[in-house]
């Protein structure tokens, strides 16, 4: 199913418990999602939007060249691709409480089931784990190691992952080997669809996620 909107900026018009937030932006039927932590992390409280920051700028120039973005800066053109956050309220403290990242889980959860993407780009090791955890079958019982899994595709059920590690931390290789893999992702068939049509009357493909 498709999303019928021309909104990039909270396309969902969703409505958190808090008076600033900064709600998910982009493309509503991307095919890539890139989840952030909290705007206190990943920035976007002046612009209204994920990953404006220094380091997010940094991850933007990746998907940039990629091809998950077609301009980059404060109001950055996507190509197929979403941002939205774990945390999508500003934290009143240092750190948001685990109870509040819980409350707000349900907006992240049902704009990441609208948007239905093929694959997930968690950002940092908090974004990693919860996705790990909660979209795919693998069981992730020991510490997560970010500098293993930059940039590498762990297969989920219904969802493939590949796991960013936070922006902020790079060297010199990080840029190349997101790039590098994004790349060689796009090369291959990643949607996971299926073809409903040969299941109606006329056969007409109907291809769901």
Known sequence: MENVTDRIRNP?????????????????NADFHVIGD???????????????????????????????LRTTGDSPEPAGTFFSYLHLCAPEGEEPTQSSYDDLERFFD??????????LLPVGARATAHVLETYTA?????????????????RGSGFLVVPIREPGE???THHDRLVDGLDTLRST????????????ADGDPYLVR
């Not at 969902?12 to 509503?28: L, Q, T, W």
């Not at 409280?45 to 060249?65: H, I, K, S, Y």
């Open 38 to 68: 909290h705007p206190g992390v990943h920035g976007g409280l002046d612009t209204g939007v994920p990953f404006t920051n220094e380091p997010g700028r940094r991850l933007q120039a990746a998907l940039r060249a990629a091809g998950l």
């Open 189 to 200: 068939d990643f949607r996971r669809e299926a073809d409903l049509g040969r299941f109606s």
């Open 12 to 28: 969902f018009d969703m409505r958190p418990p808090c008076e600033r937030f900064v709600p998910g932006y982009g493309d509503a």
């Open 170 to 172: 790079w060297d010199e």
């Open 138 to 154: 693998q069981a992730w019982k020991t510490e997560i190691d970010m500098e293993a899994l930059h940039a590498t595709e762990v």
């Open 110 to 119: 049902a704009e990441l089931r609208a948007i239905a993407a093929h694959v």
